[in-house]
Structures are given as C-alpha cells and as structure tokens.
C-alpha cells in the first residue's frame, strides 16, 4: 500500500511537470494569441451544398491551431445576397461587444460569403472604433470541392488578426493572399479567385507563407457611433435615357435616402434632376456619386442649393452605407457631406 501511494505520488509530480512544461512550452495556447471567429455563413460556409459551423470551418483549416486560440460562434449562416442592414448592425454591435468585454482578443475574424462582403466591411469600418483587427474572409469555390479557397483565405485571415503588424489597420479582406481594406475593396468578379481588389488604390499588403506583409496603411478612416440604421436607402444608376420615373418611384415607396450613381463627374439629365428636386422637397436626403465606379464627383451649384451631397470618391455600395449609418443621427446636409469628405482624406 505504501508503495502504491509513492508511486503516485510520483505519477502526480510528473503530471504537474508536464504540465508546466505545456504551459510555457513554445506554441502553446499560452502563448499563441487569442482570435475571436464570427461566422455568418456564404460559400465558405458550404454554399448550396449545405451549411458547415464555426467549428467545421476551423477542422478543415488545422495549421490554425499553430498559429492562434481561436474561440468561435456561429453568429449566422444565411447566404450573403440575404445579409441586411439590421443584420450588418447586430454584426457591428458584437464585435464592439467583444472587443469592449474581451481585452485579451489580438483581433476577430468574419467568415461572410461573397455577394455583399464589401458592404458588410465597410459598414464595420465605419462603425467598430478599436486598434485591434477585424479581419473578412470568405471564398469563391465551395468548401466541398478539391480546390476550395476557403481553407487558405481563412488561415491567413487568422494569421493578419493574430499579428501585431495589423494593428491600426482596421477592417480588412483577405482571398488569394492579399489583404486590402475595407474602405476600398470590391469584388470585381463573379467566380475568380481574385475577385476582391481596391482598384486605383492597390492592397494594403498580402500574405507571404507564415508572413504577414504590410506594404500600405489606411488613411482614410472615420468612424459613426451609430446605434441604429435606416434600411430604406435606394441606389440608382443613370443610364442613357434615365429621366425621373424611378427617383419618383423610390421616393413613393418611402425611400428616405437615394443614392444616384450620375454620369461621368457628377452630370445629370434634366428630367433626373426634376425627380432629385421633387424628392429633395419631400426630404429625401439625395446623395450623388459616379457610376465610374473611380474619381470624384462634383455638385454644381444647382444641386447644392437643394441640398444635393456629393459622395466624393466613395462607389455607389459605400456611399449607400455611410447613409445606412448617419440617418438616425442626422439629416443635415452639410452635416453629412462633412462625413464624406473626411472619408476622402479631407
């Protein structure tokens, strides 16, 4: 009996030797930092083919384990053409939630399909204030097919919001290895693997292997403390032969914001810009940018003395989502051009 009880003792001594030894030992969870993994669902989520979890995601990406404590929670699973306005806010509002009641959290992870990503970002960007990384992944193929993207955007997504180096960087998007932010991405094509891109700007950095390369900073950043969204903003684009029939339309159905993507630098029909005054009148907050897609659009004076905004730089998409955000607050059009021309660098 006593022979027994010494050598369990022994057995106990060792036990707490290893682990103390794990704890300190070199990629342990002790010192590995700790992401945060939000997944909404998408093509990265298994598309039509069926729905995988936060965990399923992580199981098919196990390098991440090396790299990261990943903590995760199935926040959604909706295909992204149905994400909304209210769903993009409870999005917002946990991961300021997190970062507010989570200090030791290096940075979160959004798995998010691709159809509306650049939204989705762009509108936590606007509204998560905080040093530590947001990070999007999603992917182009299925998780279910040999070739998938998925499991390589979603390593390296761990990688950027696990390095220091992404600090201050904001919100970002990774596939194919690069990372570009949230303010300028777009996806640029339906089905290749490169499809997200920030023309006329470039990425902000990429993903080299186990390195994480930073060649850019942001510098146009600004933040709404929004609580709330108005859903009800409409975005048009103005086609050869556009006259006032959907800007009268939109504003019948109770649209309280429009989005005009004009023709080249800001140029507007006439009949338009009848439906724009006419909505103007009924207090429809009308803000104009370039169905470019690139470059600045100019207000000329007719529009600015009706309180016509002009989005600036910003595409149709983005300058929809700063409207999502500040209408609660504001309606003041000087108010909310002064938004878009600090989200200009000014």
Known sequence: MKKMLVLARAFGAMALL????????????????????LSTGGTIAGG???????????ERAPEIAKIADVTFED????DSSRMTPEIQLRLAKRVREIFAKEP?????????????????????????????????????????????????????????ASSPASRGMGVMVTLNSEINGARDVRKTHSVSLDAFRAPGVG?????????????????RRFHLAAEAVEP????????????????????ASGA?????????????????????????KQGVVVVFTTRTRGGRVEVDEKAKALGVIGGEDLDGLKARMVLVA?????????????????????
Do not use: W
Request: aromatic letters at 6%; a negative charge; charged letters at 20%.
């Open 18 to 37: 290893m682990a103390s030894l794990l704890a300190v030992a070199p990629g342990s969870a002790a010192d590995r930092p700790r992401v945060h993994m």
């Open 48 to 58: 039509s083919a069926g729905p995988l979890n936060a965990a399923n995601l992580l």
């Open 75 to 78: 926040f959604s699973n909706i």
């Open 104 to 160: 030791g959290v290096a940075g979160i992870v959004v798995t998010h399909g691709t159809d509306s990503l650049e939204e989705s970002a762009f509108f936590l960007e606007l509204l998560v204030d905080s040093d530590c990384p947001v990070v999007f992944a999603a992917a182009q193929r299925p998780p279910r097919e040999a070739d998938s993207d998925g499991p390589r955007n979603l390593l390296n997504a761990v990688r950027i």
């Open 203 to 219: 990425p902000l950095g990429y993903v080299d292997g186990t390195e994480v390369v930073f060649t850019a900073r942001p510098s």
């Open 232 to 251: 009800r903003v409409d975005l048009l684009t103005l086609v050869a032969g556009s006259d006032a029939r959907l800007i009268d339309a939109a504003v």
């Open 256 to 280: 309280k914001g429009l989005v005009i993507e004009t023709f080249g630098r800001g140029n507007v029909p006439e009949g338009a810009m009848e439906g724009v005054t006419r909505a103007r």
């Open 326 to 346: 500040a209408l609660p607050r504001t309606t003041d059009s000087a108010t909310l051009q002064g938004y878009y021309a600090r989200l200009t660098g000014r």
